[in-house]
């Protein structure tokens, strides 16, 4: 091979691999990936009464569905509560929220289609009991947490939308804000305010 030709391969060379990595990076990175839930802390907390605990939805990860005391549930909404911050007065006090049991061996995957069912269901709050948790006042507390958004099984991001029809009215809960407390008064104006 005589020199010219030498430098010319070389030459064509370089420029091969110039090309080459002005298109690596010039490539669109890859999109992030999509998480399969979003959650925020609420500061609300939940205090359970023995009935609470006693008709608590569970989730059976291997059927796939939601139970209570060996009754299906169709969802989870059947066991949720109106529930309004302590403290707080008028609608925007005011919580769709469900507490919830999930098997000692749960993992993230479990936790992602229980929060997922709950959402489905038009509850954006929800609490996951733990057994061994704070009491207060020998009852045990929840931190609740607001469910943002959800993966669906096709990879769309799913924005939790709160519903208040249909809830149990009757037994509106109170929820704890740590550091506030709430009056009497404050209970009539916040039970006497309009829907949603």
């Known amino acids: 091979m005589t020199p010219r030709k030498r430098r010319l391969l070389l030459a064509g060379l370089a420029v091969a691999m110039m090309a ?14 999509v998480p399969d839930f979003v959650i925020a802390p609420t500061g ?5 009464e023995p009935d609470d605990i006693a008709e608590m ?9 939601w139970v209570d005391g060996g009754e299906v549930l169709i969802s989870p909404r059947s066991r949720a509560w109106l ?3 302590a403290g707080a007065v008028g609608p925007k006090g005011r919580y769709a929220y469900v507490v919830a049991r999930l ?10 289609h229980a929060l997922a069912d709950i959402a489905a269901a038009n509850v954006c709050h929800a609490g996951i009991f733990d057994p061994g948790g704070k009491l207060h006042d020998g009852k045990p507390e929840v931190f609740l947490y607001r469910i943002v958004s ?3 099984p096709d990879g769309r991001v799913v924005a939790c939308h709160e519903r208040f029809d249909g809830l149990r009215e009757p037994e509106t809960r109170w929820l ?9 008064a404050q209970k009539r104006e916040t039970a006497s305010s309009p829907s949603r």
Do not use: C, N, Y
């Not at 609300?44 to 359970?48: D, G, K, N, Q, R």
């Not at 939805?57 to 569905?65: E, H, L, N, Q, T």
């Not at 098997?103 to 992602?112: G, I």
């Not at 704890?176 to 009497?184: L, R, Y």
């Open 20 to 33: 080459g990595e002005a298109v690596w990076l010039l490539k669109p990175p890859p999109p992030p990936p």
């Open 150 to 152: 959800t993966r669906a």
């Open 44 to 48: 609300l907390v939940a205090v359970l």
């Open 103 to 112: 098997p000692h061996q749960a993992d993230a995957q479990m936790l992602h």
């Open 57 to 65: 939805p569970a989730f059976d990860p291997k059927a796939g569905r």
């Open 176 to 184: 704890k804000v740590p550091g506030k407390s709430i009056t009497a």
């Open 83 to 85: 529930g309004h911050a």
